[in-house]
């Protein structure tokens, strides 16, 4: 059974930076993509930045520059380093792990830029 357990969520003022893990089991990350996605109230799910099999690295223009994922294949868990953090950087985070023929989902983890 495949399962992703987020955290590192929380609260933090405008500029500070959190650290958002994924640890996985059932799966193997090294051999699938990681991606971190979010969702903000009133707004579709969009995808945060991602990290394929083979190490390619996509991030949405809106956090190139702060964000930075990363896989410690070790520990089989995916991260998502945030830094400068912005109001509208809140949002509930979702890591997916898998490949084209299936793909599992975390349970969310909030990250709340407020003042």
């Known amino acids: 059974q495949v399962q992703l357990v987020e955290s590192g969520g929380g609260l933090v003022q405008p500029g500070g930076s959190l650290r958002l893990s994924c640890a996985a089991s059932?799966?193997?990350?090294?051999?699938?993509?990681v991606g971190w996605y979010r969702q903000a109230p009133g707004k579709q799910r969009e995808l945060v930045a991602a990290?394929?099999?083979?190490?390619?690295?996509h991030y949405a223009d809106s956090v190139k520059g702060r964000f930075t994922i990363s896989r410690d294949n070790a520990k089989n868990t995916g991260y998502l380093q945030m830094n400068t953090l912005k109001p509208e950087d809140t949002a509930v985070y979702y890591c997916?792990?898998?490949?084209?023929?299936?793909?599992?989902w975390g349970q969310g983890t909030q990250v709340t830029v407020s003042s």
């Open positions: 997916k792990v898998g490949n084209p023929l299936n793909d599992y």
């Open positions: 059932g799966i193997i990350i090294s051999i699938n993509a």
């Open positions: 990290i394929t099999r083979g190490g390619s690295i």
